[in-house]
């Protein structure tokens, strides 16, 4: 599998697009970080993390969102990975800026998928690593668009992972055709991957924006919630480990299996909170 892995700046320009790069391992199900794969995007402090406000820009949706972890409206005129820690993608996946269909104009994030591609190169998502990795609650939240009639089976839409001494947990914010559910994967008492999930009573809809929040209380017992256009979707309590170090947020479709059709989904107006 060809996977891309470039300086986001550099890539990015003008267009938003990236360009083929080097060949690695595949990733599983979109895993964000598989070592030495993914691009750097200029950082936590670049976009507002450990060293700044969390605005990516001077005026706009960003400019009143202070305090945060991270705020990407995409409106900054940055390349498209500033203040992300990085991009991940499997060819013939596409990470890019879109100037066409922004919920706060000019731009959104466009993550696309193509019909027939393999499983494991179904992915193409920015990520954030928090810089406070003890942080007891962590929020993600984001304006989605999508047309979910080409979803044959699922597709994570956003996630939320930690991975101590390569351990991983995920938390995953799921599409399908008849609706959303969270599903929690992460290590089986006896090897392998265990998984749970629990349906959600809301979620986005074909052709609207809609603006989901995912709540991760990393207290004990830690849980998950999500409310989707201020109204709550459902929730379900984590596995011990969602609470230790190795903390990653992630936006763009980071696995979409089986697609009946092409599938894009665009994001908007992204912000990481931590309490």
Not at 59 to 65: E, P
Not at 98 to 104: I, K, R, T, V, Y
Not at 178 to 197: C, H, M, S, V
């Amino acid at each position: 599998m060809v996977r891309r892995s470039i300086a986001v700046a550099a890539a990015l320009g003008v267009c938003g697009c990236l360009e083929l790069e080097s060949a690695s391992q595949p990733g599983t199900g979109g895993g964000a970080g598989a070592a030495g794969t993914t691009s750097t995007g200029g950082g936590a402090g670049a976009g507002g993390g450990a060293g700044g406000s969390g605005a990516s820009g001077a005026s706009g949706f960003c400019a009143t969102r202070t305090g945060v972890a991270l705020c990407k409206d995409f409106d900054d005129g940055k390349p498209l990975g500033f203040g992300f820690t990085g991009v991940d993608l499997a060819s013939p996946s596409t990470l890019e800026l879109d100037p066409f269909s922004a919920l706060s104009p000019p731009q959104a994030m466009k993550s696309t998928v193509l019909q027939g591609t393999p499983d494991a190169d179904s992915y193409a998502y920015a990520y954030f690593d928090p810089p406070d990795q003890k942080a007891k609650l962590v929020t993600l939240s984001f304006d989605i668009l999508v047309d979910i009639t080409g979803i044959a089976q699922s597709a994570d839409v956003a996630t939320i992972t930690v991975d101590p001494n390569g351990k991983r947990h995920s938390m995953a914010f799921e599409l399908y055709a008849q609706g959303a559910r969270i599903e929690l994967a992460y290590p089986g008492p006896t090897g392998g991957t265990d998984y749970k999930e629990a349906g959600l009573t809301a979620f986005p809809i074909k052709g609207k924006w809609s603006r989901v929040s995912i709540h991760m209380n990393r207290t004990s017992p830690p849980s998950v919630s999500v409310t989707v256009d201020g109204v709550s979707a459902g929730s379900m309590p984590l596995e011990p480990g969602f609470v230790n170090d190795g903390l990653r947020t992630r936006v763009g479709l980071s696995f979409a299996p089986g697609l009946q059709k092409d599938l894009s989904v665009r994001y908007d107006n992204v912000v990481v909170e931590l309490k």
